[in-house]
């Protein structure tokens, strides 16, 4: 699969590479409570990235059948409950969107 990149993204990326100008902040804001969320969104993000990654291998397995009704229900109540702390840790560190973006790599989900 081809990455779909703009013509302005390829001329970012080309600059980083050659060292004129990087895209991203040459500061880093440290105030603690940014840090805290900025963290809390990296850590959720991977997490909602491999809690994708195993739905999606969860429903290739039960279409293939290759799992028997008791571990398909166990498997639907972790990932109903996995989804639900989700939820839950998303409200309570303010963070209203997991998809972060890298630039110009794209975002991470979807």
């Known amino acids: 699969m081809e990455p779909d990149l703009q013509a302005s993204e390829i001329e ?3 600059r980083f590479l050659r060292g004129s100008r990087s895209p991203w902040p ?3 804001n440290l105030e603690p409570e940014k840090v805290e969320q900025g963290l809390a ?12 990654l195993l739905e999606r291998q969860a429903i290739r397995r039960m ?5 028997s009704p008791g571990e398909i229900e166990r498997l639907g109540a972790t ?3 996995l989804e639900k702390r989700m939820e839950e840790l998303k409200e309570h560190f303010g963070i209203d969107d997991l998809n972060l ?6 975002k991470l989900i979807d």
């Open 12 to 14: 970012d990326i080309a």
């Open 26 to 28: 040459s500061r880093l």
């Open 41 to 52: 969104k990296l850590v959720l993000s991977l997490i909602e990235l491999i809690r994708q």
């Open 63 to 67: 279409e293939g059948d290759s799992l």
């Open 79 to 81: 990932l109903m409950k």
């Open 101 to 106: 973006d890298l630039g110009p790599l794209g």
